[in-house]
């Protein structure tokens, strides 16, 4: 497909929509992990996130008919991933959960490809990460779910208040709520 890395999102999914699969898996591939990690982190829980991950993009191949271009793709995918994970707690009465330890999956873990710091500064690295999981993790939910659109999904303010369906001075307060905890939590490392 000439010109695929160039091609925006949102003409590959109106030529999708349009009939061409290519272009769904050029989608896909672009957005597999990012929406994967989104709901892993939301929900703990990698076989279900693993079975929310299929049903978000089963409703994309079912919701394609319709798609016109309103917003961002990012901003229409992830409010799919976001209506789709808030019918999972509510069919089983959770309350949304977030985790970013390489531990607890090991889709998480840093490639071999990325720089390997000396044992010392790894050690260091190491003990930070865990800090910010930890403060992750204690974010208030809606707080917390405004950060991972922002970190996962690259996502805008306004394209966090489309995804999440809320004003967007209320995604705004979220984020910077959120950020201004981590960075609170944070601050002994500096």
């Given at each position: 497909?000439?010109?695929s890395a160039d091609t925006s999102d949102e003409d590959?999914?109106?030529?999708?929509?349009?009939?061409?699969?290519?272009?769904?898996?050029?989608?896909?591939?672009?957005?597999?992990?990012?929406?994967?990690?989104?709901?892993?982190?939301?929900?703990?829980?990698?076989?279900?996130?693993?079975?929310?991950?299929?049903?978000?993009?089963?409703?994309?191949?079912?919701?394609?008919?319709?798609?016109?271009?309103?917003?961002?793709?990012?901003?229409?995918?992830?409010?799919?991933?976001?209506?789709?994970?808030?019918?999972?707690?509510?069919?089983?009465?959770?309350?949304?959960?977030?985790?970013?330890?390489?531990?607890?999956?090991?889709?998480?873990?840093?490639?071999?490809?990325?720089?390997?710091?000396?044992?010392?500064?790894a050690y260091e690295l190491r003990r930070q990460a865990?800090?910010?999981?930890?403060?992750?993790?204690?974010?208030?939910?809606?707080?917390?779910?405004?950060?991972?659109?922002?970190?996962?999904?690259?996502?805008?303010?306004?394209?966090?208040?489309?995804?999440?369906?809320?004003?967007?001075?209320?995604?705004?307060?979220?984020?910077?709520y959120a950020l201004a905890r981590l960075r609170e939590?944070?601050?002994?490392?500096?």
């Amino acid at each position: 497909m000439p010109g695929s890395a160039d091609t925006s999102d949102e003409d590959l999914m109106l030529r999708y929509r349009d009939g061409d699969a290519g272009a769904f898996d050029l989608l896909y591939g672009r957005h597999k992990g990012g929406t994967y990690r989104y709901l892993l982190r939301q929900c703990r829980d990698a076989a279900a996130a693993e079975e929310l991950h299929q049903d978000v993009w089963m409703n994309l191949v079912r919701a394609r008919g319709g798609y016109a271009v309103q917003a961002k793709f990012t901003t229409w995918l992830y409010r799919l991933a976001h209506n789709r994970l808030m019918d999972h707690f509510r069919k089983h009465g959770q309350e949304p959960l977030a985790s970013l330890d390489a531990d607890d999956d090991p889709a998480l873990e840093l490639s071999a490809a990325d720089a390997a710091p000396q044992p010392a500064d790894a050690y260091e690295l190491r003990r930070q990460a865990a800090e910010l999981v930890r403060l992750i993790g204690e974010l208030p939910p809606a707080q917390r779910e405004a950060f991972l659109l922002q970190q996962e999904g690259e996502l805008t303010v306004e394209e966090i208040a489309t995804a999440t369906g809320v004003p967007r001075e209320t995604a705004k307060s979220r984020l910077r709520y959120a950020l201004a905890r981590l960075r609170e939590g944070m601050s002994k490392w500096r």
